[in-house]
């Protein structure tokens, strides 16, 4: 079977992105399905899906690399972190980099010249 592994998650994006630009240059989802199972090397199946998936939702945005950043916290804020991810339904390392992203800008516009 043509590409016997799963793609990650900027993979797929970048696929259904291929996708989403034969649909917008005008093919058929057919077609679309056909040029990008030979581009990508895939099943002609998995093509179909990310055309589908472009069809119906367009571009998607194509997550950053991640790497791996550990930090050392207090007992407490560790656990206040893990019931915030918990309670809003995303990950303890989507909830840290939000906070990291606002802390920097936040520091970054406070920043005055001396």
């Known amino acids: ?10 993979e797929h994006a970048e696929h259904v992105n291929e996708a989403a630009g034969l649909l917008e240059a005008g093919a058929a ?5 056909r040029l990008l199972a ?6 002609q ?3 179909r899906r990310y055309v589908a998936q472009a069809a119906a939702g367009g571009r998607v945005p194509v997550p950053e690399e991640a790497a791996v950043f550990t930090v050392r ?10 019931e915030h991810a918990r309670g809003s339904g995303r990950t303890v390392s989507a909830v840290a980099a939000q906070a990291l992203e606002e802390f ?11």
């Open 1 to 10: 079977m043509p590409g016997d592994r799963r793609a990650g998650a900027a």
């Open 38 to 43: 030979g581009r990508l090397g895939c099943s």
């Open 29 to 33: 989802a057919a077609e679309a399905a």
């Open 45 to 47: 199946r998995q093509a």
């Open 104 to 114: 920097l800008a936040r520091a970054h516009r406070d920043r005055r010249p001396r």
């Open 73 to 82: 916290l207090p007992v407490r804020l560790g656990a206040a972190v893990r």
